[in-house]
Nanobody, 123 residues
């Protein structure tokens, strides 16, 4: 079992940066893929970025490619999402999730979820 807690969200202006953290409990976190997702009001939850257990593979959605960067520190049981050049359309609740697999791009594979951290980007 893995428990995830996100932090680092907040209110920023367009063009600013934020770094989200995802702290995990459980010894198996280091062997799981981690994904960052977001859900804006009235919209579905979208996958943004994924990192494999060893950090050797990453994936980014087109909407954040070149602006966001996913990383992890397995020694600290923590994953990160560095968000640069934020836009008002990035406003959403951001979630981290873990999949019981070293790598997966399937939303359904992510069975462990944090509670979410809100990000608001003003214009």
């Amino acid at each position: 079992q893995v428990q995830l807690v996100e932090s680092g969200g907040g209110l920023v202006q367009a063009g600013d940066s934020l770094r989200l953290s995802c702290a995990a409990s459980g010894r198996t976190f280091s062997s799981y893929a981690v994904g960052w997702f977001r859900q804006a009001p009235g919209k579905e939850r979208d996958i943004l970025a994924v990192i494999s257990w060893s950090s050797s593979n990453t994936y980014y959605a087109d909407s954040v490619k070149g602006r966001f960067s996913i990383s992890r520190d397995n020694a600290k049981n923590t994953a990160y999402l560095q968000m640069n050049s934020l836009k008002p359309e990035d406003t959403a609740v951001y979630y981290c999730a873990a999949a019981r697999s070293p790598w997966s791009l399937r939303n359904a594979a992510y069975e462990f979820w944090g509670q979410g951290t809100p990000v608001t980007v003003s214009s």
